[in-house]
């Protein structure tokens, strides 16, 4: 079978049965604004990038939040100029509940000097009114874009499970 068949499912593998294509939504959008960036070349060879997260705000379905000041995303640029990110912030949604983001992946430089991104994220939340937010899997798009450095928009897709 050719590795591109996209007929191939896990049954090709031994399974009695595949569970089938997962469905998604967007459920979260965000806006991280961004401090001026600390970036330096480290004795291992490698280019190390600290964006810091100083507000923003987010929404989701049936609340809104906002981003509080310290986080950060703390990014290694690789050798194409693309960047391996991880973030870390808090947000505090608007009934007071508080909830720590980390979402992971990877920002590719466009031809237009903007950068796209695809990222998993976890959100973590105390038990109570938004717990499926900590129970759901999100995987995220980002844009930086070329003129804005003081921004990063995010997009989060949920796959019920």
Known sequence: MKRD???LD???LG???TIGTPG???AIVIRADIGPALEFATTQGTVRAMFPIVGGEARGIGWSAKILPGGADFANRLPDGS?????RYCLEMDDGTPVMVTNAGKMVL???D???GRTRAVLEVPDGP???LGDAVFFGTALAEANDPDHVYIELWEAPV
């Open 110 to 112: 466009q031809a237009d």
């Open 10 to 12: 896990m049954t090709a």
């Open 114 to 116: 903007s950068y796209f």
């Open 24 to 26: 998604i939504r967007k």
């Open 83 to 87: 960047y391996a990110i991880e973030a």
């Open 5 to 7: 068949d996209l007929e």
């Open 130 to 132: 938004h717990r499926a």
């Open 15 to 17: 399974a009695s049965q």
